[in-house]
């Protein structure tokens, strides 16, 4: 016995640093409690009766004690469901049965055993070989728990800190973040770079490279460098608290395949206990009709679909796609369009040079020199995108001898026009858009030059010459058009881009991703118009955005998927599922999980019906008696397990 007590502690100890709900705990610390209160009163009995031959009477009386003390919890959910008609505690209600009847046909030790056997089953079953939870607890316990709070002058290197509980953390703060940290909070890097682990968030393995001004994110790591951080949220509001939570209630999610399995159950018991009736009666049995009920237990049922879903919660976040909804198995089977964002979603949201259009008779090199004289320094996206493209391709010749011209002066912006300055003779020389040039110099621009560009045109003027223009546009994302063929595989028959840009701006996005139609130059309100339209042509509809100007359409959607929504709380509300990266690939990938989470439901609900039918005959002929069926009734919930487990298995293109 004391092995059984000892057994007993080590299981409640391990059960205090498990990472269930609190539920779940207190679910399994009952079972711990009750199963070795059953085993210490078997044990106590046959010692009792082996050594003093003729005490039956106190033996049945320890026995008694161990089945009361087992069947008060059983029998307090039993009655909670037939009272509130909650019929997913039939198991409960079934035991109890089974073990009431055990006791009054003298079967004492039988109906001590059944209890404690259905204990170590579900205690197996809550820690189950599927492993779904994992991911979903492992993402739980990266959360950092203690920052180190700067309180000193904050100078780079000179940085005296205490070390603090995160959740004291309040705005405006400096944490200092050595190499290995985790981040505890939402921060803005003051100073100093690192390369940063981001992988628990958006499932992407490639560290990214962070310097000051860089959001960082709680649940990332710093590798390799010292940062000096500013605190931007508190630690119970930062984007990895709110995944926490949205990860625990998509948990519970309610899908109409549960509810299925509700009405199934209206039904079974009733169906169970006259089948054990009859045989009772027809066979003067009592031990096959108990062996009937043990063995109709609906472990498997009950975890039809709530073991699909978890493992596929589980698959998801693996790849950084927080599921919110349950809408995602309900409604991601009949989608049949698509309708994607255009900048931040089907492209990677940054100004490109595309295209060079020197003027007749201009010189390349001095078009480029004059452009990129001009966007040094400036953080305008066009002048970074001068800037990037001309560092990139150095190895050009009229590139190289271009960055080596003596630089302007007197440079400078004009919003919303240009940038213009003064080259070594005192000439004007100005780079931007067509109607500055207009209103300044009229004629120069002639009119059709450069007409059927693709993308939005910058003009270079030098004096009275002109030199050419430069056409920008936002690059395409890799796998964009990898995304939109694997979508349309799935089952999508229509996709559509919808975009505030121009038509000569957004016609090079549509034709390198593959997407069907686009509509230009809408407002977000526009863009919940065009959805409209669709959902009301009968389309089942999914929208894709960066979660901030396609919230509308986000909201609406059958199904509303946000871009890249790491930090960003809009999309997180808004949509039905966040990508925390910005992997289209993703998108299909969710859509075929659905489908494959929806298929393994019904499948685990044939599986989990047969295993009972068989079991359910098998006690009728008396081949399986009670205690081997409190044993064999589990394995119908483990096959709904194993079948589930296949979830976890990334089989997606």
């Known amino acids: 016995m004391e092995n059984i007590d000892h057994m007993a502690k080590n299981s409640l100890d391990a059960l205090a640093r498990d990472n269930l709900s609190p539920e779940g705990r207190r679910s399994m610390t009952v079972d711990i409690v009750t199963g070795s209160a059953g085993l210490v009163a078997l044990a106590a009995g046959l010692l009792l009766g082996r050594l003093f ?66 204990n170590a089953a579900h205690i197996l079953e809550e820690r189950s070989i599927m492993g779904g939870r994992e991911a979903i607890d492992g993402l739980r316990r990266m959360r950092q728990t203690s920052a180190r709070l700067i309180t000193g ?36 890097i003051v100073s100093g770079n690192s390369n940063i682990d981001q992988k628990s968030l958006t499932g992407e393995a490639e560290p990214v490279f962070a310097g000051p001004g860089d959001p960082v994110y709680a649940g990332t790591v710093n590798l390799d460098g010292r940062l000096t951080v500013e605190v931007k949220k508190k630690y119970s509001d930062s984007s990895f608290s709110n995944i ?74 693996k790849r950084g796609i927080l599921i919110k909804n349950s809408k995602f198995i309900e409604k991601m089977s009949k989608v049949d369009a698509v309708v994607f964002d255009k900048t931040g979603t089907l492209t990677v949201g940054e100004m490109t040079l595309t295209c060079i259009y020197p003027a007749e008779g201009a010189d390349r090199r001095e078009l480029l020199s004059c452009a990129g004289a001009l966007s040094a320094g400036s953080a305008h996206p066009v002048s970074r995108a001068v800037s990037n493209w001309l560092s990139a391709n150095d190895s050009d010749p009229d590139v190289h001898d271009a960055v080596t011209e003596p630089a302007l002066a007197e440079i400078r912006e004009i919003s919303g026009c ?15 858009k067509r109607a500055w040039f207009d209103t ?27 030199l050419g223009a430069l056409s920008f546009g936002d690059t395409p994302r890799e796998d964009a058009a990898e995304a939109v063929a694997r979508l349309k595989e799935l089952g999508v028959t229509d996709t559509v881009m919808l975009t505030g840009d121009r038509e000569s701006t957004g016609r090079p996005v549509l034709a390198s991703s593959g997407v069907d139609r686009a509509f230009y130059g809408l407002m977000p309100s526009d863009k919940l118009s065009r959805l409209e339209e669709l959902r009301k042509a009968g389309r089942s509809v999914i929208a894709v955005g960066d ?13 509303g998927i946000a871009m890249g929504a790491m930090g960003s709380d809009l999309a997180i509300q808004s949509a039905d599922i966040a990508l925390m990266n910005n992997r289209l690939s993703n998108i299909p990938f969710t859509l075929e999980l659905a489908g494959r989470t929806k298929k393994i439901i019904y499948q685990n609900l044939i599986l989990s019906m047969l295993v009972s039918a068989v079991m359910i005959i098998l006690s ?12 064999l009734h589990n394995v119908g919930a483990f096959s709904v397990l194993i079948n589930s487990s296949r979830l976890l298995s990334d089989r997606s293109k």
């Open 418 to 432: 240009g940038t213009e300055g003064t080259d070594g003779d005192g000439d004007r020389v100005m780079f931007g």
């Open 244 to 317: 926490i939570k949205l990860l625990e209630q998509s948990e519970k999610l309610d899908i109409p395949e549960s509810r299925l399995i509700d009405r199934f159950m209206h039904y079974y018991i009733p169906f169970v206990l006259a089948i054990a009736a009859a045989v009772a009666l027809v066979n003067s049995d009592i031990s096959r009709a108990i062996a009937i009920l043990v063995v109709s237990c609906p472990c498997g049922q009950m975890l039809v679909s709530s073991a699909p879903m978890v493992a596929a919660l589980s698959s998801a976040t």
């Open 547 to 559: 979660g901030i100007n396609d919230a509308l359409i986000l909201r609406d959607a059958d199904i």
């Open 620 to 631: 009728s002929f008396g081949v399986i008696s009670s205690v081997t069926g409190a044993v």
């Open 53 to 118: 031959p003729g005490r039956e009477g106190i033996v049945a009386l320890i026995y008694t004690v161990g089945i009361v003390i087992e069947l008060i919890p059983i029998y307090a959910v039993a009655v909670k469901g037939i009272f509130g008609k909650n019929l997913t505690n039939s198991m409960e209600i079934l035991v109890a049965i089974a073990v009431t009847a055990c006791y009054f046909s003298g079967s004492l030790i039988t109906g001590l055993l059944i209890p404690v056997i259905l």
């Open 153 to 188: 002058d904050g100078a780079q290197g000179q940085e005296t800190s205490v070390t603090v509980d995160a959740s004291v953390l309040e705005p405006g703060q400096r944490l200092l973040i050595l190499p290995g940290d985790g981040f505890p909070t939402d921060c803005e």
């Open 440 to 466: 300044e110099c009229p004629g120069r621009i002639p009119p059709e030059f450069a007409e059927d560009a693709e993308g939005s045109l910058s003009f270079v003027c030098r004096g009275d010459r002109f």
